[in-house]
């Protein structure tokens, strides 16, 4: 091998270097050896930057977590009523339809003359509403299809309320009126139909069916609440513009809980332990506000419900197809609003006050829904009723 030490190209002109002298220089490095100083260095700082990349891969996870768990936490009313606020009108034609109702004068009778052709209607014609001091009646029926057992209970809850029956201004002898019964259901959000239902003579809504917050879809007056007291509003601004609240009976309890919130009288921690759920122990209305529903609603009801039913049985009507008898009762046309479960939209919303899901629901093994859509459609189709959300 030749090493030089000394590289000088001269012009032959002028003898000026063409090139510069190379230095004297140090012997090369071999390759291998240089290899491995790299890799080391290269394997250094490989380290460094994975424990900078586990720390920032941790913040990361922690933030994609806070980002999918933090809105879980913020109440799905608060969603629900920025939602209502901004959306259209999910149905002219049906927004019309109703404004178009409504602007109709009221039709004497009309409910009960379409309600008497149909085979459901025996029975139904003439019900009595609210349960009445009468000391010669006699229940054959425990609850909620009578108040067999219950008397004493009955008799304390009736001693509390000064107008235990029928108010004057639900009598239909008074006035032509018209009643909307609104439901649950997630077809009423969006409807924008909430100024149209607060122009009825009487509405009628469900249990704790919120109506702070979605006065655009839902209205914001109540003449009649039906519940009972699991599903009575823990809310005070539900009953702000409400008229009455009918308690539905299912046990002898429950008529002890009415009488304790007439009475500002609260009941015992036992008695509390007996309920399936936290009830009120206050609620914000006068004792002529309150009112306890005639069992034969829920009877008749029952029995209508049975000419639909696939299998025998004793079945409890919803709260919904009771609501809708007892219009029958006290108005002369009567319209729907948020009732039918569109089972074929499974992405659809379940209620119109929160944002569950239509697959959420259970199979029902206390109410034979299937049998009372059945029924609520015979009612539509007849003409008896009219279905303001067209789930029906």
């Not at 901004?86 to 309600?115: E, G, T, Y």
């Not at 032509?176 to 077809?187: D, F, L, P």
């Not at 639909?308 to 008898?325: C, E």
Request: glycine share 6%.
């Amino acid at each position: 091998m030749v090493t030089l030490n000394r590289l000088s190209v001269e012009d032959p002109d002028d003898g000026s270097p063409l090139l510069p002298v190379a230095a004297e220089t140090t012997p090369p490095i071999p390759v291998s050896h240089r290899q491995r100083t790299v890799t080391q260095t290269e394997s250094s700082e490989f380290f460094l930057s994975r424990k900078k990349n586990l720390s920032t891969s941790f913040f990361l996870l922690i933030g994609c977590y806070l980002v999918i768990l933090i809105p879980a936490y913020f109440p799905l009313v608060k969603v629900s009523t920025v939602n209502n606020e901004s959306q259209h009108p999910k149905d002219l034609v049906l927004l019309n339809r109703s404004a178009s109702l409504l602007s109709q004068p009221c039709q004497p009778n009309w409910c009960l003359n379409h309600l008497k052709p149909l085979s459901c209607s025996e029975g139904l014609l003439d019900i009595p509403v609210f349960v009445e001091q009468d000391r010669s009646m006699v229940w054959n029926l425990t609850p909620p299809l009578g108040l067999q057992g219950s008397e004493e209970h009955l008799a304390l809850a009736l001693a509390s309320m000064p107008q235990p029956g029928l108010p004057p201004s639900l009598r239909r002898e008074v006035k032509c009126r018209k009643c909307v019964v609104v439901g649950s259901g997630g077809i009423l959000h969006g409807s924008h139909l909430g100024s149209h239902i607060d122009k009825y003579d009487v509405i009628i809504r469900l249990n704790n069916a919120p109506v702070t917050g979605f006065e655009r879809d839902a209205g914001s007056r109540t003449t009649v609440r039906l519940m009972y007291p699991e599903g009575a509003p823990h809310s005070t601004n539900e009953y702000k513009k409400t008229t009455m609240v009918a308690l539905v009976v299912f046990k002898s309890l429950d008529l002890d809980w009415l009488t304790s919130v007439i009475t500002k009288q609260p009941l015992s921690f036992w008695s509390k332990m007996w309920f399936w759920r936290e009830v009120v122990d206050d609620i914000p209305l006068g004792p002529e506000s309150f009112k306890i529903l005639h069992p034969e609603i829920i009877h008749k009801t029952w029995q209508a419900l049975r000419n639909y039913a696939r299998k025998p049985g004793k079945v409890v009507p919803t709260l919904g197809a009771t609501a809708v008898v007892t219009a029958l009762q006290l108005c002369d046309q009567v319209s729907l609003a948020g009732f039918g479960y569109d089972m074929q939209h499974p992405e659809a919303r379940l209620h119109y006050y929160e944002a569950i899901r239509m697959d959420s629901m259970k199979v029902q093994v206390v109410h034979d829904v299937s049998a009372e859509k059945l029924f609520l459609r015979d009612l539509v189709s007849s003409g008896t009723v009219t279905d303001l959300t067209g789930a029906l």
